[in-house]
């Protein structure tokens, strides 16, 4: 038995156009008197959207979509808080915001507790795969190997020794190619996928040949050119 050492993953960082989900709870929601719940006005604000996603977040399976209230990031990386205003989330991780939270919102409830999602973590995978589409992954985790069994994996047309990976970061977008083969691939900083990450799978070359324009329609077309003029040489020459 072979045990190699796992680096552990790193907490991911809220980006502007993520959408959050937030939920505030406190113990004196239970114990308030006249049946008001203090924490309703944050837990009912935000807008709502219409998340699509694998059945089971990465693992694949049929769609379904569910509509959420939450808070989109904007390109600045703020959201717009419920009484508290403009909160700047980019850049954090998802418990550096549960702790701002409950900090700021001590003022106004007692010993607040907050969670928080993101609940487009979502990339996308084409070429040659079993399905096109977005992932969303609902615990925001989803490796190369979730998105590609989610995608419907790789057939033989496809090839699993040059997958691309695009990310974008911070302005600079980044290009890097996954063998699926190597045991190298579960040390690599792009195993573990990133929110908004494009996957794309090349066509084996079987299957470049088979879309070539070239070979498909020009080459069988001349094949049969020379092939009758060989016969018609081959008659004249039997003639004389």
Excluded: W
Excluded at 7 to 32: C, F, G, M, Q, W
Excluded at 174 to 184: F, I, K, Q, V
Excluded at 192 to 212: M, T
């Amino acid at each position: 038995v072979q045990v190699d050492n796992i680096e552990r993953r790193k907490e991911v960082n809220i980006l502007p156009e993520d959408i959050l989900a937030i939920k505030v709870s406190t113990i004196s929601s239970i114990v308030e008197k006249g049946g008001i719940n203090p924490v309703a006005i944050f837990n009912e604000g935000g807008t709502a959207y219409s998340i699509s996603a694998s059945a089971g977040g990465a693992g694949g399976g049929a769609a379904n979509s569910a509509q959420n209230l939450g808070y989109l990031v904007d390109v600045n990386g703020f959201i717009d808080y419920p009484v508290i205003g403009k909160l700047k989330v980019s850049g954090l991780t998802l418990r550096q915001l549960k702790d701002l939270l409950a900090d700021k919102l001590k003022a106004y409830v007692k010993e607040p507790v907050v969670e928080a999602n993101i609940i487009n973590f979502r990339v996308t995978v084409f070429g040659e795969v079993g399905r096109v589409g977005q992932i969303v992954a609902a615990n925001q985790k989803i490796s190369i190997l979730d998105a590609i069994a989610a995608a419907g994996d790789i057939p033989i047309t496809g090839r699993k020794d040059n997958v691309l990976i695009i990310r974008e970061t911070e302005g600079k977008r980044e290009y890097a190619r996954l063998n699926l083969n190597s045991r190298t691939l579960f040390s690599s900083p792009y195993y573990y996928l990133k929110q908004n990450d494009i996957v794309y799978v090349e066509p084996a070359r079987v299957r470049r040949q088979e879309n070539n324009d070239f070979l498909k329609f020009y080459l069988p077309t001349m094949m049969t050119i020379l092939s009758s003029a060989v016969t018609i040489y081959g008659i004249t020459q039997l003639a004389k």
